[in-house]
T-cell receptor, first 111, second 114 residues
C-alpha cells in the first residue's frame, strides 16, 4: 500500500539555525497536510498543499509540494524554542477517506 | 467551546480485560478516526467512520472494536485480543471523510498494562 516516508527522524539544532523535514511518497498524492505535535500534546493541523509545485508560507515556516506531487518539505527559518515538537506530514493518493501519516520528525531546539 | 474530548486521560488495563476509550466531539463533524501512536511510529489508523452507523477498518484494526451510534460519539474498545495495547490513543474528527479536510485531534488517552 501507499507509504509516506519522512526524514530525518530526529533533528537537534541551536536556536537561530534553520530546519527542514522531508516527506516522500511512493505514489502521486492528491494532497498533503502538515501537523505539529508539541511534547505531551496532540497533533495540530498546520497547512494543506494541493497543487503541483505549490509553496505556502506561515511566518517562518515554508511548505512546498513537489512538481510530481510525490514529495513535500517543511522549512523553518531561524528556529525558536517554541518550534520544539514533532512535525508530521500526511497524504492520500486519492480523494478517499484515509490519510497516511509519516512517522514524523522530532525537532529539538536548544537556546 | 467546540472541540474533541477524550477520556480518561490515563487508563490501566489488566490482562484479559476489555477497556473502552471515550471520544466525544461537538464540532458537528461527520467523520471520526482513531489512531494509535507508539514512540517513533507516527500515527497508525485503527478505525474510521465517515458517517453515523458506519465505520471502516484501518491499518491495525485487529484487537479493537468501535461503534458510531451517535454523530458526536466514537468509542474505541481495546479487547483482550490486542496483545500489545500499551500506547497513546488519539481520536480525531473532520468535517467530512474526504482526505482534503483537516483533522482535529483530542488530547489523547494513554493506556498501560498492569
Amino acid at each position: 500500500g501507499q507509504q509516506v516516508m519522512q526524514i530525518p527522524q530526529y533533528q537537534h539544532v541551536q536556536e537561530g539555525e534553520d530546519f527542514t523535514t522531508y516527506c516522500n511518497s511512493s505514489t502521486t498524492l492528491s494532497n498533503i497536510q502538515w501537523y505539529k505535535q508539541r511534547p505531551g500534546g496532540h497533533p495540530v493541523f498546520l497547512i494543506q498543499l494541493v497543487k503541483s509545485g505549490e509553496v505556502k508560507k506561515q511566518k517562518r515556516l515554508t511548505f512546498q509540494f513537489g512538481e510530481a506531487k510525490k514529495n513535500s518539505s517543511l522549512h523553518i527559518t531561524a528556529t525558536q524554542t517554541t518550534d520544539v515538537g514533532t512535525y508530521f506530514c500526511a497524504g492520500s493518493s486519492n480523494s478517499g477517506y484515509a490519510l497516511n501519516f509519516g512517522k514524523g520528525t522530532s525537532l529539538l531546539v536548544t537556546p | 467551546d467546540g472541540g474533541i474530548t477524550q477520556s480518561p486521560k490515563y487508563l490501566f488495563r489488566k490482562e484479559g480485560q476489555n477497556v473502552t476509550l471515550s471520544c466525544e466531539q461537538n464540532l458537528n463533524h461527520d467523520a471520526m478516526y482513531w489512531y494509535r501512536q507508539d514512540p517513533g511510529q507516527g500515527l497508525r489508523l485503527i478505525y474510521y467512520s465517515q458517517i453515523v452507523n458506519d465505520f471502516q477498518k484501518g491499518d491495525i484494526a485487529e484487537g479493537y472494536s468501535v461503534s458510531r451510534e451517535k454523530k458526536e460519539s466514537f468509542p474505541l474498545t481495546v479487547t483482550s485480543a490486542q496483545k500489545n495495547p500499551t500506547a497513546f490513543y488519539l481520536c480525531a474528527s473532520s468535517v467530512s471523510g474526504l482526505t482534503s479536510q483537516p483533522q482535529h485531534f483530542g488530547d489523547g488517552t494513554r493506556l498501560s498494562i498492569l
